[in-house]
């Protein structure tokens, strides 16, 4: 086993617990920025696990975000011992918070961060924060919350924002520092890159590339239902199961599936807002991830 180079510590996780974790052959790590297809790639996941759009348990459960701590490590390790299923596991923490196993699959969804800025802004807005407090025993504020500001100008602050990558993950330097991890590793045998438009564009398609990446044998009869169940106004349809919420958090399960399509943030930016955007990105990443990345 290659332990974990780094541990990640928030308010809300602990990436230390992957270091404790005991994998078993053919497990199937789930690592994403948030807003980058996370739920859509469990979907994924548990559709071609199962081979059946009827999954026998909420998404969630069959799927658990491992360092999370809004559920105790003991129970969650618990439930996934229990599992006899193939187990595919979500984390948002990059790939060098985590133990590289050989005999485990590291599956990496990469989407434009502008437009998972986007969807970030909207869901900040849906989580219930006094929730969220009380299951990590975070103290109540001092002070009472800032307005929001608009979609336009939070974007623009977010382009500027220039925090740690390791201390701010959904900074643009720390969506980038995640996805260019990924990127490194990509020609590694059991590492999967996925691109969040590929789903879009053809969603049968990546799906088959996914499960052959995976080893996972799919009759053919079976594949329309299943490319159907994983289409995002489907999934919207059945977001009471399919939610990554186990414990009330959101406050609306609908408002989760918001919009799914690429370009959102085009829509608000200026020329000039753009441009200053790739700047900043250049000094980032390296510019092969960029422009597999920003493929229009």
């Known amino acids: 086993m290659t332990a974990a180079a780094r541990r990640f510590v928030s308010a809300e996780e602990d990436s230390g617990r992957w270091a404790e974790f ?3 052959p053919g497990d199937i790590v789930i690592s994403t920025r948030s807003k ?7 979907m994924i996941c548990a559709l071609l696990v199962f081979r059946t759009p009827d999954l026998p348990a909420p998404l969630g459960e069959l799927s658990p975000w491992l ?10 390790f618990g439930r996934l011992a229990a599992q006899d299923h193939r187990r595919f596991i ?6 060098d918070g985590i133990p590289i196993e050989p005999e485990v699959t590291y599956i990496v969804v990469a989407r434009d961060p502008l437009d998972a800025a986007v969807s970030l802004y909207h869901q900040g807005a849906n989580i219930d924060r006094a929730v969220l407090r009380r ?14 500001p608009g979609v336009r100008e939070w974007l623009v602050e977010w382009i500027e924002d220039d925090p740690a990558p390791l201390a701010s993950f959904d900074s643009l330097p720390g969506v980038l520092w995640h996805l260019t991890g990924a990127w490194e590793r990509r020609s590694e045998p059991n590492m999967v890159l996925v691109h969040y438009d590929d789903l879009q564009r053809d969603l049968e398609r990546a799906m088959r590339a996914v499960a052959g990446r995976l080893g996972i044998e799919v009759e053919g009869p079976a ?3 299943l490319v159907r169940a994983a289409s995002f106004a489907e999934m919207r349809a059945r977001a009471e199961t399919l939610l ?5 958090i959101l406050k609306d399960p609908n408002a989760f599936f918001r919009r799914g399509t690429s370009g959102a943030a085009r829509e608000v930016l200026s020329e000039a807002e753009l441009a200053r955007y790739e700047q900043r990105a250049r ?3 390296p510019a092969g991830l960029l422009e597999w990345l920003h493929r229009l």
Not at 90 to 95: A, F
Not at 136 to 148: F, H, I, S
Request: net charge neutral; hydrophobic share 30%.
């Open 36 to 42: 980058h297809g996370t739920t859509w790639m469990q």
């Open 135 to 148: 299951l990590t025993a975070q103290p109540e504020p001092d002070a009472p919350a800032v307005p929001r």
């Open 90 to 95: 979500k984390t948002h923490t990059p790939l």
């Open 67 to 76: 360092d999370r701590l809004t559920e105790p490590q003991a129970e969650l």
């Open 244 to 248: 990554p919420d186990r414990n009330g």
């Open 223 to 225: 594949w329309p239902a």
């Open 283 to 285: 000094r980032l990443a």
């Open 22 to 24: 005991p994998f078993r």
